[in-house]
């Protein structure tokens, strides 16, 4: 009997909450009844349904979902009143999370824990994400059957078996059924399993069962893939080292209505080779994938694994920043943002790509009006050619000599006008400055 594979969605692991009501939210592999437990209550509390809220206490809370024989945890925060603590400090570090800059470009980087990871992977083989399709014809009063799987990941899955489930009415035994390929039987009952060592778009396999099989049998036969996700696990740690995925929200209004545009960005460290996204959309943001708005230039990009929705992107090469978006209908809550996942998975990994350093970028940006400033001060405040006229005046006056009287004769200086002219020299420098930097900045971004 398969294992009860329990998906939850929501509280996501370290979420940090506004308010103590918090959604509970979560999906199972089969048909299961389910109950949670929230700080180590004395109690499991039965869920009707596949949602719930949770009353959370501020702080750190604990969740436990019990479903069946199988229970999963998940840690969350409740901040009422939640504060920024962005710093300069993690600029300089490096660190995007909490940084000025990167609380200006209101980017959420996506990270997801193994458990939420795996829970991507189930859900997307088992909606759709690996297709198996039966067809069959009667010859000679014995039926071949076929069974074409398709793989839509653009990835090799190895060591993948199909367990084929024959109703008695169609055989009795399993030694009725002949196939060239190679099989083992499970249960006599019958119960068989075929072995595919590699996985790439398509494959098919074919056996024979004396009796003739309508299209009313055929759906009785049941046939379900079993895959080892070891090496996608892996494949998908190594992608997450090399690339980062970020999202980002832009609200808008159009025709006295309000819309959210989410925007998925993808940035190599590596070249990204067969790169596909896989992305759950939550029930909060579209219950179905006909409310999500695509642009047309995304479509080719796109597929839609489960109008759940549950979507995929794939792209044959990605060697610079790459983003692709959606619209939605009204303005999403900061729960619902952070119930997004997005996973990424390369077949293969380029080289290593060049880095933008935004802190060589942008402090110079900084420095510049601070050396004007500064500059303006000096000129400003520093000692006046009056005031050391007045200076040379307490020292003992000396008889002037007739070319240093002639030279006192002449029109003073006028002090404000100098100190316009040197204003407007301080403010040429400046805008020079400043149309270099931006010609920096602008090199830097592409």
């Not at 692991?13 to 009501?21: D, H, L, W």
């Not at 962005?86 to 990270?111: C, Q, V, Y």
Request: charged share 30%; glycine share 6%.
């Amino acid at each position: 009997m398969q294992q009860l594979v329990i998906t939850l969605l929501s509280p996501g692991e370290g979420n940090i909450f506004s308010q103590a009501q918090v959604p509970l939210s979560y999906q199972t592999s089969s048909p299961a009844q389910c109950s949670y437990n929230l700080n180590s209550q004395a109690n499991y509390i039965s869920v009707a349904g596949t949602t719930a809220t949770l009353q959370a206490k501020e702080g750190n809370n604990l969740l436990r979902l019990r479903c069946n024989e199988t229970s999963v945890s998940r840690s969350f925060t409740v901040r009422l009143g939640g504060t920024s603590n962005t710093s300069i400090i993690n600029d300089i570090k490096g660190n995007p999370t909490g940084s000025i800059f990167g609380a200006l470009k209101k980017e959420d980087e996506m990270r997801l824990n193994p458990e939420q990871i795996n829970g991507l992977f189930s859900d997307f083989f088992a909606s759709g994400g690996l297709m198996i399709e039966k067809t069959s014809r009667v010859e000679n009063g014995k039926s071949v059957v076929t069974l074409t799987i398709r793989n839509l990941l653009r990835l090799a899955l190895r060591q993948m078996k199909i367990r084929v489930t024959i109703p008695k009415e169609i055989a009795q035994t399993a030694d009725g059924i002949k196939s060239s390929e190679n099989f083992t039987i499970i249960e006599k009952d019958p119960v068989i399993e075929f072995n595919i060592p590699e996985l790439n778009d398509s494959e098919t396999i074919v056996f024979e069962i004396n009796k003739a099989v309508d299209e009313a049998l055929l759906k009785k036969i049941d046939a379900q893939p079993e895959q080892d996700l070891s090496e996608l696990l892996q494949k998908q740690q190594q992608t997450n080292d090399a690339s980062k995925i970020t999202t980002s929200f832009e609200e808008y209004e159009k025709d006295g209505e309000k819309y959210t545009k989410i925007i998925t960005k993808i940035k190599p460290k590596r070249g990204l080779n067969d790169m596909s996204v896989i992305e759950r959309i939550p029930k909060c943001l579209a219950k179905h994938i006909n409310d999500v708005k695509m642009d047309e230039k995304y479509r080719d990009a796109i597929k839609v694994i489960n109008a759940d929705p549950l979507v995929m992107w794939h792209f044959k090469e990605i060697t610079a920043e790459q983003e692709f978006s959606y619209e939605i209908k009204g303005v999403l809550d900061e729960d619902c943002k952070k119930q997004i996942e997005a996973m990424g998975i390369a077949d293969e990994l380029g080289i290593e790509l060049e880095s933008t350093n935004y802190l060589k970028i942008i402090l110079p940006l900084l420095l510049i009006p601070l050396l004007g400033i500064l500059i303006i001060y000096f000129e400003k405040f520093k000692p006046s050619k009056k005031e050391g006229e007045k200076a040379k005046e307490a020292k003992p006056k000396e008889k002037p000599s007739e070319k240093t009287a002639k030279k006192e004769e002449k029109a003073p200086e006028k002090p404000h006008a100098m100190m316009e002219e040197k204003e407007k020299d301080v403010g040429k420098f400046l805008e020079e400055e400043f149309e270099e930097a931006e010609k920096e900045f602008k090199k830097g971004m592409k």
